[in-house]
């Protein structure tokens, strides 16, 4: 299964809200898709798995949606520190798990 | 607090070894399925192996099987990656990851270290 993520870069000012979107191409199972944020310089962090479920300590600016192919990632306002890469991923019970190529959300 | 502590890292030429640890400490380490990820400019996160909670399961992306081997010492919190016959390829930040669920492994990564350079250069 093939993750396409649009789009590539979003230029946003903060207090904007963000639509992320995470297409796959072919349906995931029990919406098995997660999201994860990455500043610069740092590892990955898990916000979302189950489609929107939020992870431990995440804020609810942000949210998940979608079932089947497509997928949201919402964040309803940006704050200084949301300006980073966002990756959505499908999981299952068994390997290979498998990453979109990320969309960046930059300062206009 | 969860903390994963990865090392090992370096310059190695191709065709080489080496090898990888990550020490984990906050959380029982001995119930998670552990995973390393790699993330290079130009194939962005992949994910490359897993290990059962007991160390009795082990699973690698197509790109490292037979060359790469994952293991764990419960005793020590401590998770390994060896590396064999290393291509240009790899050359990568090399993550450890705990899984989300314990006693089992979905591949959600949960909590990440902060990762180790590998370069793989003549």
Redo the contacts between chains.
């Keep these: 299964i093939v993750l396409a993520q649009s789009p590539g870069t979003l230029s946003l000012s903060p207090g904007e809200r963000a639509t992320l979107s995470c297409r796959a191409s072919q349906t995931l199972s029990s919406n098995?898709l997660?999201w994860?944020q990455q500043k610069l310089g740092?590892?990955?962090?898990?916000l979302i798995?189950g489609a929107s479920t939020r992870?431990a300590g995440i804020p609810d600016r942000f949210s998940g949606s979608g079932s089947g192919t497509d997928f949201t990632l919402t964040i309803s306002r940006l704050e200084p520190e949301d300006f980073a890469v966002y990756?959505c991923?499908k999981?299952?019970?068994?390997?290979?798990?498998?990453?979109g190529?990320?969309t960046k959300v930059e300062v206009k | 607090q969860v903390q994963l502590v990865e090392s090992g890292g370096g310059v190695v030429q191709p065709g080489r070894s080496l090898s990888l640890s990550c020490v984990a400490s906050g959380f029982s380490f001995s119930i998670y399925g552990m995973h390393w990820v790699r993330q290079s400019p130009g194939k962005g996160l992949e994910w490359v192996a897993v290990i059962s909670y007991d160390g009795r399961n082990t699973f690698y992306a197509d790109s490292v099987k037979g060359r790469f081997t994952i293991s764990r010492d419960n005793s020590k919190n401590t998770l390994y990656l060896q590396m064999n016959s290393l291509r240009a390829e790899d050359t990568a930040v090399y993550y450890c990851a705990n899984d989300l669920y314990s006693k089992s492994s979905w591949g959600v990564f949960d909590y990440w270290g902060q990762g180790t350079q590998v370069t793989v250069s003549s």
């Design positions: 098995y997660a994860y740092q590892a990955p962090r898990l798995y992870a990756y991923q999981y299952s019970a068994w390997p290979p798990w498998t990453f190529p990320g």
